[in-house]
């Protein structure tokens, strides 16, 4: 089973950058989705970004053109480029890949069937 390990979360001011890693025991090349996703204080964890197999990259509304997705390092590194972060980007932001669920032309990794890493807190104050 793929191990995954969350790094690069921290403290910054609204309007910074951050990069978050996500390091795979193996290489991701042939799991289907891959992605990242947050969860603050008091709400559901939502989906923040996905690449599938082909590719394509899909974005939450809150953060397309600010956040980028892409899967580095020999294709054993998930990364998540962020940029003009603001305050209600602050989260716990986990990364996912496998268990997909398919909706409106995307897959997803699932929190029951999917694997998961332990998390790297980011947050943004003003």
């Known amino acids: 089973q793929v191990k995954l390990v969350e790094s690069g979360g921290g403290s910054v001011q609204a309007g910074g950058s951050l990069k978050l890693s996500c390091a795979a025991s193996e290489s991701l090349a042939s799991s289907i989705c891959m992605g990242w996703f947050r969860q603050a204080p008091g709400k559901e964890r939502e989906r923040v970004a996905v690449r599938n197999i082909d590719g394509t990259t899909t974005y939450a509304d809150s953060v397309r053109g600010r956040f980028t997705i892409s899967l580095d390092n020999g294709k054993r590194t998930l990364t998540l480029q962020m940029d003009s972060l603001q305050p209600a980007d602050t989260a716990m932001y986990y990364c996912?890949?496998?268990?997909?669920?398919?909706?409106?032309?995307?897959?997803?990794?699932?929190?029951?069937?999917?694997?998961w890493g332990q998390g790297t807190q980011v947050t943004v104050s003003l």
């Open positions: 996912a890949a496998d268990g997909c669920t398919y909706e409106d032309g995307t897959w997803w990794p699932t929190a029951d069937f999917g694997r």
